[in-house]
């Protein structure tokens, strides 16, 4: 991760694997793992924050509609609902979740 700002640029590696996930990045791992994700198995990532030069391990999960506050009845049922959290719960107390909606449909 290399972050550069008014006092000059830091670089520093973090990890060298696949699972870790920078900015939106979160989009393609949920393409990717989406079979395991439609059979209700959370997927664990290594999310980067580059301006700490560090990561935080997070989760993405599967969620019923009535859970997400996303949710539009508009959209009716068929849409897929996510919520990506901290994997520790404790963090959670420090970090709302995110929530997403994807269209089944494309």
């Excluded at 870790?20 to 999310?47: C, R, S, T």
């Amino acid at each position: 991760v290399r972050h550069k700002d008014m006092n000059g640029t830091r670089q520093k590696i973090i990890m060298d694997h696949a699972s870790v996930v920078v900015d939106a990045g979160f989009d393609a791992l949920i393409q990717l793992k989406w079979d395991e994700l439609m059979k209700g198995k959370p997927v664990k990532f290594d999310f980067v924050l580059p301006t700490r030069l560090t990561s935080i391990k997070l989760e993405v999960e599967k969620i019923s509609p009535a859970l997400s506050p996303v949710y539009n009845k508009e959209y009716g049922d068929s849409w897929i609902y996510f919520r990506l959290q901290p994997a520790k719960r404790w963090i959670s107390i420090f970090a709302d979740p995110i929530h997403l909606a994807y269209d089944p449909n494309g």
